[in-house]
């Protein structure tokens, strides 16, 4: 079993000074749709993709596309879900204002043989289509006008 921490310190958005109370918006089948902060909703999109070999095909997580179960527990949002013989948890916590901590774990069938498991961001083309975006390990900064995302 393989085990994925983003620490995707997500949204620890530097553009408000005043306190700010975040929650993160995790659909059923786990995709993010983003995070709230004082009620605004900072909006990206959070999927699980499988690659098969020489990227022929991929799976997007999605609404009705795998058999899902979400339930909240302590505070999280915790989502367990399979597709394409690939079994996952997602696990959800808002640890402090304007943070989200997502925890990943996947296990595929031994016969399985694919490119890539991979957790993959879509931010909205009206509000980041000039944006800096910058990774470095299991941190996403997303540097846009009015918006600041890391």
Known sequence: ??????IASLLALCAFVAPVHAQTEVMA???LTGIRIDGQLIEFETSFRIVEKDWTSMFASGRERANTTFVREDGKAIVRSGAERIRYEETVADPEKGKAVVTLT?????TRRIEGFYY???FPKQRYANA????SGKRIDVKAPGRNVQ
């Open 1 to 6: 079993m393989k085990k994925i921490t983003l």
């Open 29 to 31: 089948w786990g995709n």
């Open 106 to 110: 996947y296990q595929s069938d031994t």
């Open 120 to 122: 993959a961001f879509t």
């Open 132 to 135: 800096d975006i910058k990774i």
